[in-house]
């Protein structure tokens, strides 16, 4: 369990680390990409330890893992590009660009839930119940704990 504490305060740590170098107005796209390929690697980390794998489930369920993961970036790429496009917009965002970013936020978060809907089974094949269900109970908590940081570092549009 020690371990498992550590490695969520490491990607919590990094995240949070995003805001004083990478905030989304003033990150290159090179500093975005290496922040994300460090998150992904901790949080392949942090599955490996909860999920206490046999040798033959680790056999059957990595590869499954990276094809969802590789699935899960291009919403990842989706996600970043709209955050940098509604930072760059941000001084001069019409109410109809506003609620365009508002529609594709949307899309791109219901992307995520038909993602996991799509590989529930396919995780299902190669892990029993209980072990599938705590694999997309850690994918969930990993995605809030993102999420939480990106929404930290987005100036809402209009302050009352």
């Not at 040798?55 to 590869?63: G, I, L, S």
């Amino acid at each position: 369990m020690n371990k498992t504490v550590v490695v969520v305060l490491m990607l919590v740590g990094v995240s949070f680390l995003s805001g004083s170098h990478a905030s989304a107005q003033t990150a290159t796209e090179q500093e975005i990409e290496l922040l994300r390929k460090d998150i992904r690697s901790q949080k392949k980390e942090l599955i490996a330890l909860n999920l206490s794998l046999t040798a033959k489930e680790a056999t059957n369920f990595w590869p499954v893992y990276d094809q969802y993961q590789a699935e899960y970036k291009k919403i990842g790429d989706a996600k970043v590009a709209l955050v940098m496009e509604y930072a760059q917009n941000l001084g001069t965002m019409t109410d109809e660009q506003a609620l365009d970013y508002l529609k594709r936020s949307e899309e791109i978060s219901e992307s995520v839930i038909q993602l996991r809907n799509k590989y529930v089974p396919l995780v299902h094949q190669v892990l029993p119940g209980k072990k599938t269900a705590t694999f997309f109970q850690l994918e969930r908590r990993i995605e809030l704990l993102v999420e939480v940081q990106i929404a930290s570092q987005i100036p809402l549009l209009v302050k009352s």
